[in-house]
């Protein structure tokens, strides 16, 4: 990386931004449009209609009030855990991790909402702290699991990408025991933390107290929570620590040189450490996002993937906390549509994964998409975004 | 020369470690032996085995990608793409309108096999074209092949596809049960399909390639300094642009060896996790050959206990017993392997001058 690219980065002010991103916003634009051309030749391969799979897809996102709830809601989770990606690569550290934090967030929170009961006598101020404490619990939860990687990292030197790897598979474990149904027959009790149903491995729904107030309610399944705000507020913060704060100052001269932070006295140590703890609390809020706004209880599978698309939603919004907000559109726009597109053309919903990769290729190698649309400009400087297994 | 003698230490340690573990594991089989019977312990070890062969090539790999200064998370799609190709290949031809030397099964499965590790090999030109030519971080590279790869196969995934036939064992067990000792020990060394052979051979080629040859003196030139390496004459891009197409070979062969020895089918997603995992296994054995196809062992044994342990009639909830392998890594790993140093320039792109 070449000096000036690095002033660039580390000045919080950098002169020319605005500019930048207008004058590069055709470059992403041709990137998704060249993505869903290909997209498109895969559904004419397999035999479908790509128009009726788009014209699905769209009308599945932004169709009407209801689809554009779903969207939204769809968003919000991969806002929280999208920042806990990014978050943690600006520390220069890459948290796989998030799909287990999240989990446990998630759990932590339902725990929060059902076994808690809060009644202040006005229901307005039980809802607020209900709603507080449990949030504050997912968000707990999630620290916690990203605190033990950080921790490992910080005075082991165990390798964040093992140790947040192994921890994704320790929480699904651990969650599939508290949550289980139990097998009566065979004198296995119920989990901890499951409602008693004797089948399903899931908490007892919350309380009415705990659950994120529904802000519109269109017809259609998907009623818009409160959640949406919280994210877009969530990324602001972060935008702020990151930019703005002493903490976020050494928190990038961490992430872009460990050894030139120790030597001006940063304690590398805490810095990792907190980065994993920040982190590991942005996902445990992207499961509370699930288990508070959509689900009302934990339910295994309610975010299946969600941690592994967090890392697509990071990257393609280059670790910057708008850019998150973006990606988290898109991406969020796609999945609330590619329901009704596999109903209205018969192509299977996968094809919206095809395509999310080809939009990140594009975008990250941009010179691809320059070379075919003949935009001049320099480009193609493949901005780091990472620094390999980053040595500390 | 002070890199070289380093590199030597730490391979003679690598070396001994691994001869240490292996001493301690045959002593462990002896002393299980003795108390849950042979074949409990045979089951287990063969167990080890299976769930050994497709990290340890993942792992594989990974160290030819990221000695070559590629990281390389893309380990899993590579399987998962590969997986499917040698799977549908598989069923391909076994379907009708194909010549029947095709349709002979011996035939068919090696060129399913092959179809598989070829197309793993063009996932890892991928990832070299994109991070090579055009210089995209190595991470969102391997992304994209993840994705990539889940989002083709599950696109494509046909409902129902079923195959005659997995890869047989190579060489069946010549003893039977009266042999006692040699018997146990030929169902351990015998009735494996050929890529868990193939697993074997492998592993000790390349640590020879790595550490003996001038192919691997060079990849581990351009994986510590690409500057000094092209200096020197070393093509660079053109030795980037091999090693890669032979990871992304070596991650096709886990996959293959999932669909057509191990299962003999396909799901979506079945790879589930274990090119993350022989990710972290490669940078568990500090990215040699020998470390990692020791760490690899070393989950496929917790991962084949996990399957035994009810059996001894210990009674605690199979999640926390699922949970060892996993455990067990971040133990090792934190208590006694500590600090990993990758290759220097690791995720470094190289612009040539």
Not at chain 1, 46 to 56: C, I, K, S
Not at chain 1, 322 to 351: H, K, Y
Not at chain 2, 66 to 78: D, K, L, P, T, W
Not at chain 2, 209 to 226: C, D, K
Request: aromatic share 8%; with cysteine; hydrophobic share 55%.
């Amino acid at each position: 990386m070449s000096e000036a690219s690095i002033t660039a980065t580390v000045s919080p002010r950098s002169p020319g931004l605005l500019r930048r991103l207008v004058g590069s916003a055709a470059v992403p634009l041709l990137a998704v449009f060249t993505a869903v051309v290909i997209g498109a030749i895969f559904i004419v391969l397999a035999g479908f209609d790509p128009r009726e799979a788009y014209l699905g897809l769209i009308d599945g996102a932004f169709g009407d009030a209801g689809s554009m709830t779903r969207t939204l809601v769809k968003m919000t989770p991969l806002v929280f855990s999208g920042l806990a990606v990014a978050f943690a690569f600006k520390g220069g550290l890459f948290n796989i991790g998030a799909q287990g934090q999240l989990i446990i967030g998630s759990v932590t929170s339902a725990w929060v909402g059902f076994a808690l009961q809060v009644d202040l006598g006005n229901p307005t101020l039980s809802a607020i702290v209900h709603i507080t404490l449990s949030l504050l619990a997912g968000a707990l939860g999630g620290a916690l699991w990203g605190a033990i990687p950080g921790l490992l990292k910080a005075y082991t030197g165990a390798h964040e990408v093992i140790t947040t790897i192994m921890f994704n598979f320790i929480a699904s474990n651990l969650i599939s025991w508290l949550l289980n149904a139990g097998s009566p027959g065979d004198g296995i009790p119920p989990g901890p933390l499951n409602d008693g149903n004797g089948v399903i491995a899931r908490t007892p729904q919350i309380m009415e107290t705990a659950r994120l107030p529904v802000i519109f309610d269109p017809p259609g399944p998907q009623a818009l929570h409160l959640g949406i705000f919280l994210a877009i507020i969530g990324a602001l913060l972060i935008l702020l620590l990151i930019a703005r704060s002493t903490f976020g100052f050494e928190l990038r001269m961490v992430g872009l040189n460990p050894s030139a932070a120790r030597y001006s006295g940063i304690s590398v140590k805490r810095i990792t450490v907190m980065t994993m703890v920040i982190a590991g609390a942005l996902a445990g809020l992207a499961g509370a996002m699930q288990t508070l706004g959509v689900n009302y209880r934990y339910e295994p599978n309610q975010s299946l993937g969600l941690g592994f698309d967090a890392i697509t939603v990071a990257l393609l919004g280059s670790n910057n906390p708008v850019g998150v907000l973006l990606a988290a559109f898109l991406f969020g726009a796609m999945d609330a549509g590619s329901t009704r597109m596999q109903f209205n053309s018969g192509v299977p919903s996968e094809i919206i994964l095809v395509v999310q990769a080809l939009i990140l290729m594009f975008v990250a190698a941009d010179q691809i998409v320059r070379a075919i649309y003949r935009i001049r400009g320099e480009g193609g400087i493949g901005q780091m975004l990472s620094t390999g297994w980053g040595q500390r | 020369m002070l890199s070289n003698m380093t590199t030597t230490a730490s391979n003679n340690r690598t070396i001994l470690t691994t001869a240490i573990g292996a001493v301690l594991a045959v002593a462990a089989a002896f002393a299980a032996a003795s108390f849950a019977g042979p074949a409990t312990v045979v089951a287990v070890i063969n167990a080890s085995i299976r769930g050994t062969v497709p990290i340890a090539l993942g792992a594989m790999s990974g160290i030819f990608s990221e000695r070559s200064a590629i990281v390389n998370i893309g380990i899993e799609g590579m399987m998962l793409i590969a997986a499917y190709v040698g799977f549908m290949l598989n069923v391909f031809l076994s379907g009708p309108n194909i010549p029947a030397f095709l349709q002979y099964e011996p035939v068919r499965l090696m060129v399913a096999l092959a179809g598989g590790v070829f197309v793993g090999g063009l996932m890892g030109l991928l990832h070299a074209l994109l991070s090579v030519r055009f210089k995209v971080d190595q991470i969102i590279s391997g992304t994209v092949i993840n994705t990539l790869a889940l989002g083709l196969t599950g696109y494509l995934y046909l409902a129902g596809a079923t195959t005659s036939g997995r890869l047989p064992p190579l060489i069946a067990n010549p003893f039977d049960e009266s042999a006692g000792v040699a018997y146990w020990i030929g169902e351990i060394i015998f009735n494996k399909g050929i890529i868990t052979y193939l697993t074997v051979i492998l592993i000790i080629a390349i640590t020879i390639a790595l550490f003996r040859t001038a192919w691997g003196l060079r990849t581990r030139a351009i994986g510590e300094h690409p500057r000094a390496a092209d200096t020197l004459g070393v093509n660079v891009y053109r030795l980037q642009y091999f090693n890669l197409f032979i990871s992304g070979c070596m991650a096709g062969l886990g996959g293959v060896f999932l669909t057509l020895e191990a299962v003999g089918s396909f799901e979506r997603g079945m790879t589930s996790g274990r090119g993350f995992i022989a990710l972290a296994v490669m940078i568990f054995g500090k990215w040699h050959p020998l470390g990692a196809a020791a760490g690899a062992l070393l989950f496929g044994f917790a991962t084949a206990l996990q399957g035994q342990l009810q059996f001894f009639g210990i009674n605690i909830p199979h999640q926390f017993i699922g949970m060892l392998p996993y455990l067990l890594t971040v133990i090792v790993l934190a208590g006694f392997v500590g600090r990993a140093r990758p290759p220097a320039h690791d995720g470094v792109p190289y612009e040539v001058e």
